[in-house]
């Protein structure tokens, strides 16, 4: 079981290029989030789906795209880098949104804005 | 809004010692309480939970209970080990406002332990 997959490991993009980051999951899980994590501030919820094709904003979804046409995929969207999103991005599912629901995150992508 | 506060770190400690990394929130509801370990290159991993107050998560070795008169979620290990340097998270889901919090979780800002031999 693979659980929680994200491409690339690693990207350096220079600054106005777009990307996306990938996301997939193999325990059939509903709700799927993206996080972004800074120094010294912990993660951020980014953007969160509860289901396919329902999709929502979380604390810090500026400069940030996602779409969820299917249960498994949940890709995150950059539309023009900039410096200030240079960060460790982490995918994470959980069965369901309920709040006690622990999550389960990847490994997470390591991108560099120059 | 909902916030979750960690002792400040890192936290350097030798084998066989004993841990308390401190956790404390505010939430607008009645939330559910996680801790969580980041180990080197890795993503976080889910180390142990508690929905209700007085409520103990544990998990190798590790414990942590739910104080709703405190708003606190200390995390104690009695016996640390090399293989338990991490970065340990404190975090909540909280039911929110509007009766659902859509699986949002809320992070403190970490805590970098190590430990030598």
């Known amino acids: 079981n693979a659980g929680v997959t994200q491409t690339p490991k690693f990207q350096v993009l220079k600054t106005g290029q777009s990307m996306t980051l990938q996301c997939a999951q193999d325990m059939n899980h509903e709700y799927m989030s993206w996080y972004r994590q800074d120094p010294g501030m912990g993660l951020r919820l980014i953007h969160y789906s509860v289901g396919a094709g329902i999709t929502d904003q979380g604390e810090v979804p500026n400069g940030y795209n996602v779409s969820r046409s299917t249960t498994e995929d949940f890709p995150l969207r950059l539309l023009s880098a900039a410096p200030s999103q240079t960060s460790v991005y982490f995918c994470?599912?959980?069965?369901?949104?309920?709040?006690?629901?622990?999550?389960?995150f990847g490994d997470g992508t390591r991108l560099s804005i120059l | 809004g909902d916030s979750v506060t960690q002792m400040e770190g890192p936290v350097t400690l030798s084998e066989e010692a004993f841990l308390t990394i401190n956790c404390t929130y505010t939430a607008t509801g009645y939330p559910s309480l996680f801790w969580y370990v980041q180990y080197p290159g890795e993503g976080l991993q889910l180390l142990l939970k508690a929905t209700k107050a007085d409520d103990k998560g544990s998990n190798k070795g590790f414990e942590a209970t739910y104080r709703k008169e405190t708003t606190s979620f200390h995390l104690e290990k009695g016996s640390v080990q090399v293989s338990d340097s991490a970065v340990y998270f404190c975090a909540l889901s909280d039911r929110g406002a509007g009766g659902t919090s859509y699986g949002k979780l809320t992070f403190g800002q970490g805590t970098i332990l190590t430990v030598h031999p």
């Open positions: 994470a599912s959980s069965y369901s949104y309920k709040i006690d629901q622990p999550q389960h």
